[in-house]
């Protein structure tokens, strides 16, 4: 066995742990990056669909061959394909190539001064007193012991650390997604993302069509409770009822699992913090993790890194993580998460009718979970008695 000692030990080179470490070696803290796969980036679990402030604020210019398409429109289809079409003159995305968008950010990190140990799987948290102090990892044959003033698990939604920390062992409520990437395609409009609600194609969830190129998408749906059957059942489904792609070859299946329950209700303990889908992290209306889990390993390395030189990595003194991430992302994520629920009640007939009386902004704005109340005060003027009872209990909160 091998014993290492650092200030901070990253668990899992994803977008949230990448970043916690970057910025805790910009701060002084010596910084190890655990990841248990050769390569980061590998294996691919993602629609890869991130806006350009996203890519900013991971400090990632939108060039190939991190981005692959820019994306400046969305097309929400309600289940009879009616569609409400999203534009905006200060909005734009682009499909990354998530391989190398991980693989870069992981790079800025050791260029920040964090030593990035591949093939390195952490498998315990190693505590004194109930307080952490670093883990356990296996490299081949080789266990390692990693002392750390704090450790942060990115390791995502399966997190080894969030268990043993006794942070959670799963969460209330996931989806489940089943992914094609769909080659050999003639896509007349590459820069529009495709959203397609309906209990038929993907009960509880929604399936997507993000271009990465005329020729190539990720074509994809999640499921929630509700379903029947298995996502690739849908899946294959969903495919074989559109005509674009009837010769389509498949280039890549995934899937994978997206907590949507919202952010856990401690991330904190003494000497740990929890950052991405560990934590839960995501905007449970879309999925999406990549933002929300940039900034908050960001603010989960810079708290790290201050609390190690202050002498004082206790669960209060961490908790400023917390309160940072809660004060904008936090919000948004229990916003999303009321209008997932409200969306849980509404039949297709009902999404129809939603469909109809919704403006592009509208829609922007309750699938991101912001000025959501707002939102739905304006919607329920518009709307017929039936949906207004829909939504009342969300009205009430
Ligand atoms: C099918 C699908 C499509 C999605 N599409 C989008 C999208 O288009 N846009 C978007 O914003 N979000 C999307 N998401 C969500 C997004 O992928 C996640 O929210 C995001 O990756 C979370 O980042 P993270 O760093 O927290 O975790 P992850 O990206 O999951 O990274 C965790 C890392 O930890 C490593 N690891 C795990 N356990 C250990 C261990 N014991 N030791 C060492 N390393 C370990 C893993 O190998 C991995 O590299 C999608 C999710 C799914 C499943």
Redesign the pocket.
């Known amino acids: 066995m091998r014993s290492i000692e650092c200030d901070i030990v990253v668990?899992?080179?994803?977008?949230?742990?990448?970043l916690a470490a970057r910025i805790a070696a910009e701060n002084g803290a010596s910084t190890i990056l655990?990841?248990?796969?050769p390569k980061?980036?590998y294996p691919i679990?993602?629609?890869?669909?991130?806006s350009l402030g996203?890519l900013k604020d991971a400090g990632v210019d939108p060039k190939p061959p991190v981005v692959c398409q820019e994306i400046t429109k969305a097309r929400v289809f309600a289940p009879n394909r009616d569609f409400v079409e999203l534009t905006s003159t200060d909005w734009k995305g682009y499909t990354l190539n998530?391989e190398v968008f991980?693989s870069l950010l992981a790079e800025m990190a050791v260029e920040a001064g964090a030593d990035l140990l591949t093939s390195?799987?952490?498998?315990d948290l190693l505590k004194e007193d109930g307080t952490a102090v670093g883990v356990k990892?296996v490299s081949g044959e080789e266990t390692l012991e990693i002392s750390a003033k704090v450790v942060i698990g990115?390791?995502?939604?399966?997190?080894?650390?969030r268990r043993k920390a006794g942070l959670g062992e799963w969460f209330p409520d996931v989806?489940t997604?089943?992914?094609y990437r769909l080659g050999g395609l003639e896509l007349e409009e590459p820069g529009v993302n495709e959203f397609y609600l309906g209990r038929a194609v993907s009960p509880g969830g929604y399936a997507?069509v993000?271009p990465k190129s005329a020729e190539v998408a990720?074509v994809?749906l999640?499921v929630r409770k509700i379903h029947t059957e298995s996502p690739i059942k849908y899946l294959k489904r969903f495919v074989a009822n559109d005509p674009r792609f009837k010769d389509a070859e498949i280039q890549l299946v995934?899937?994978?699992?997206?907590p949507v329950s919202g952010v856990l209700e401690k991330v904190v303990s003494d000497g740990l913090m929890l950052?991405?889908?560990?934590?839960g992290?995501?905007?449970p209306a879309?999925?999406?993790?990549?933002?929300?889990?940039l900034e908050?390993?960001k603010i989960a390395g810079e708290v790290a890194a201050k609390a190690v030189e202050e002498g004082n990595v206790s669960a209060e003194r961490l908790s400023v993580y917390e309160e940072r991430f809660d004060s904008y992302w936090g919000e948004r994520i229990r916003d999303s998460r009321k209008v997932v629920e409200m969306l849980d009640k509404f039949s297709d007939e009902n999404l129809n009718i939603l469909a109809k009386v919704m403006t592009n902004e509208d829609v922007l704005n309750l699938a991101n979970g912001t000025s959501v109340a707002r939102t739905l005060t304006r919607i329920v003027a518009r709307s017929p008695k039936g949906i207004i009872n829909l939504m009342s209990a969300y009205l009430k909160q």
């Open positions: 668990v899992g080179a994803g977008p949230a742990g990448s655990l990841e248990e796969h980061v980036g679990y993602c629609a890869e669909g991130l996203g998530r991980d390195t799987k952490a498998t990892a990115a390791d995502g939604h399966a997190s080894i650390i989806v997604c089943a992914q997507w993000f990720n994809g999640g995934n899937g994978g699992i997206c950052t991405g889908d560990s934590a992290q995501l905007i879309t999925g999406a993790g990549i933002h929300s889990g908050s390993g």
